[in-house]
């Protein structure tokens, strides 16, 4: 019968005289990407060993010696080679057997490059553990297996490696203080537990270490035995019954309204996450969401919560988080209506106005590049190059600036050129402090009656006839709701409208009133403290007046002789200025309030020289003290 297990090749070179002085004889060795057969049998030559090779010994390798070596050396030099390329010599007695590295655990033989397999008991350390750093130094094909029932480990390599691992595991399977234990609690939560030992900063700087296992309600710690027992101790105190089931807080909420918040806190006490977080969910869904309950006391501002102690913890938290200190911004405007011609001189002194500050307006009808040119540089404010390069601008769209912010003053000074201006016609000065994200709304104006229906009767019944009638504001209105981010921009969504009443029913010979109505309605960027143009709403009034001397300008015939017609068109441009001023804490607030005050008592009291001035010096010294004190 015919065997095709293995082809084996015997190299029958017998341990004559010759050989074994050959071996004691010193060689240079130089195999440059020799076939593996081919030095197999030059090594079988030079030691005078039997190898045995096995078929699926293939491969070439490379051996190179730059001095002299013996034969010793170079069958050592060969059994490491046969070990990179994945081969594996095994002595058996006189024959050395040639095999792939995973076939040899099944072969017997003895010596240093033997395989062996050796069972190694571990007494202090996890062999688990230890089974990832021994692969590390152990060879390519070799085993190494852990028993966590037993804490054994089992590896396979040649017998130099087994040894090496030996020597590893006895240094490093020592007893440690640092030992895992795992603690169960019956009351407290486990989240609980990590919070309160969070507080306590010396005994993690010491080294203990803590996990909590919500799921199962226990907690891991590892470190010294002194620390554990401590900690322990501590939980013996804290993991005692609650003398109540559930908890119940009033929460007192100082800026945010209890109202808004009560649909966010059900959300969130609906959330897995959130409860889980808690210690009062086993992760399959399994809670009491029931139990839990928020209710609004809207005349004291405050959210009533009941709930399982862990959970109120947690709430609070995210309540403390919510109620926090707004942002004010305080708003000013001047809503004018100018003439054209005043809308474009005005336009340069915006422009000019604060040399410093770099005023700007951007967006304009007809604005010629050399104007940004002309408005950046050093400029007279009256220089008739500015006057030249603004002669075309026809009406502001939008436009932006630093107005002279300091001390208020820059709007004081906008409104008393708009009102010493018979061209220009200040319709409102409105300015309200509003909180980040609320909306501020001024109205200014007269409730004027418009009539909707009426009611006649078409025979002589006692019925009288009646009008229905329904009271509109005609005026201004300005709703600004401000956004404030977290450096110095404000973000501005802006809604204004004017209305006015044209004439009577009588004189346009209408059923009622007329009203002309302008709204601007936007969303704008501004620099805290820089000011916005809203404009460009061009209107037209067209007069029509005729006079006459009385009783002859009505004759025929000769009546045109005494009376005269006239056509006037006026044109006006209504502008809205706009500036934001943040106010994150009452300091800025007291500071601002002075700012304004001392601006109104030094424009409107004092008299150079004079006993008023005297006066507005003593009341503005007296309104700082009380703003100190506040």
Request: charged share 20%.
């Amino acid at each position: 019968m015919k065997q095709n297990f293995f082809k084996i090749w015997v190299l029958g070179v017998t341990l004559t005289y010759s050989a074994f002085s050959l071996a004691q004889e010193q060689a240079s060795i130089n195999f440059r990407d020799a076939d593996i057969n081919t030095l197999i049998e030059s090594v079988a030559e030079i030691t005078g060993k039997s190898f045995v090779v096995d078929p699926r010994v293939r491969g070439n390798v490379t051996i190179i010696a730059p001095n002299t070596i013996d034969a010793d050396m170079l069958y050592q030099a060969f059994l490491s080679a046969l070990q990179v390329q994945g081969f594996q010599a095994v002595e058996d007695g006189a024959i050395v057997r040639i095999v792939p590295f995973n076939q040899a655990f099944g072969v017997m033989g003895g010596g240093d490059n033997e395989i062996e397999t050796r069972l190694i008991k571990v007494e202090y350390v996890d062999a688990q553990g230890l089974a990832p750093v021994i692969r590390q130094v152990i060879s390519t094909n070799a085993r190494v297996q852990a028993f966590a029932e037993s804490n054994y480990l089992v590896v396979s390599d040649i017998r130099s490696n087994v040894e090496e691992v030996v020597r590893m595991i006895e240094i490093m399977d020592q007893p440690s203080e640092a030992e895992i234990e795992v603690i169960n609690l019956e009351y407290i939560s486990a989240g609980e537990a990590v919070y309160i030992v969070e507080e306590l900063q010396q005994i993690q700087e010491q080294g203990l270490s803590i996990v909590e296992d919500t799921l199962n309600n226990r907690i891991i710690i590892s470190g010294p035995s002194t620390l554990r027992a401590s900690f322990r101790n501590m939980l013996r105190v804290l993991d005692i019954p609650n003398e109540r089931e559930s908890g119940v807080e009033v929460i007192n909420l100082n800026y945010a309204k209890a109202i808004n918040l009560k649909p966010i806190l059900d959300s969130i006490m609906q959330s897995e996450t959130f409860l889980m977080s808690a210690g009062e969910s086993d992760g399959e869904g399994s809670t009491s969401q029931g139990s839990y309950r928020v209710e609004v006391d809207e005349s004291n501002n405050a959210l009533v919560i009941a709930a399982p102690p862990s959970v109120l913890r947690e709430i609070l938290e995210v309540i403390a988080q919510l109620d926090i200190r707004k942002p004010q911004v305080l708003i000013e405007a001047v809503i004018a209506e100018i003439s054209q011609d005043q809308a474009q001189r005005l336009s340069a002194q915006l422009i000019y106005a604060d040399q410093r500050a770099g005023g700007y307006l951007t967006q304009f009808d007809n604005l010629l590049a050399t104007i940004i040119g002309v408005g950046s540089g050093d400029v007279d404010f009256n220089s008739d190059a500015a006057a030249g390069a603004l002669g075309s601008v026809q009406g502001a769209l939008i436009g932006g600036g630093n107005f002279d912010a300091n001390e208020g003053r820059g709007f004081g000074l906008l409104i008393q050129a708009l009102q010493t201006d018979t061209r220009t016609r200040v319709l409102s000065t409105p300015s309200i402090v509003t909180l980040d994200n609320e909306e501020g709304y001024i109205s200014v104006g007269t409730e004027v009656p418009f009539i909707t229906g009426s009611f006649t009767s078409s025979n002589n019944s006692a019925s009288n006839p009646f009008q229905t009638i329904d009271r509109e504001t005609v005026g201004i209105e300005l709703t600004v709701t401000p956004q404030v981010s977290e450096g110095s921009l404000v973000r501005l969504s802006i809604q204004q409208k004017s209305s006015s009443l044209l004439a009577t029913a009588a004189q346009l010979g209408t059923a009622d009133v007329v009203t002309a109505e302008r709204e601007i309605t936007t969303n704008v960027l501004v620099e805290d403290g820089e000011f916005l143009i809203l404009g460009g709403l061009m209107d037209d009034q067209y007069d029509d007046t005729e006079s006459r001397v009385p009783f002859l300008g009505s004759m025929p015939l000769i009546g045109p002789l005494f009376r005269s017609t006239s056509n006037g068109d006026d044109r006006g441009v209504l502008m809205v200025f706009i500036r934001p001023t943040i106010i994150r804490d009452s300091e800025s607030a007291n500071e601002l309030s002075a700012s304004r005050f001392d601006y109104l008592i030094s424009r409107d009291l004092s008299v150079e020289d004079g006993v008023e001035g005297e006066e507005a010096t003593r009341f503005s010294e007296s309104l700082e003290e009380i703003m100190e004190q506040d």
